[in-house]
């Protein structure tokens, strides 16, 4: 059993001769972030997206590249990065896709265009 964001976290298949590849979009800060450093801790390789500033510098396991989800090009650029890590490595066993916007209010407020 893993800890995560300071609870218990049960994550069956991974443990403990499935070190795989795991990309996580969204890894800024927050649960991307955690989890991504999580999932290097105990050995898989993590292929990770950020938008502002790469907080995994000289994290063994990780490997980081920017994305801005606005972008069609930093999107392909990140997906062909994932993937040639992936293949390089190990196979890829979990895609997370933490990456978005946070907007208050109604939902039914919200612009069409997010």
């Not at 972030?33 to 063994?60: M, N, Q, R, T």
């Not at 994932?82 to 895609?95: I, P």
């Amino acid at each position: 059993m893993w800890t995560f964001a300071g609870g218990p976290v049960i994550v069956y298949g991974m443990e403990p001769s499935g070190k795989q590849t795991v990309i996580i979009t969204g890894c800024d800060s927050g649960m991307g972030h955690d989890l991504a450093l999580l999932c290097a801790e105990h050995g898989h390789s993590v292929v990770a997206s950020y938008l502002e500033s790469d907080p995994f510098k000289g994290i063994a396991n990780i490997r980081s590249c920017r994305c801005d989800l606005r972008k069609e090009s930093d999107i392909q650029r990140f997906s062909r990065f994932a993937m040639k890590a992936a293949d390089r490595e190990r196979n890829l066993y979990a895609l997370i896709n933490n990456a978005g916007i946070a907007k208050g209010g109604p939902l039914e407020n919200l612009p069409m265009g997010i």
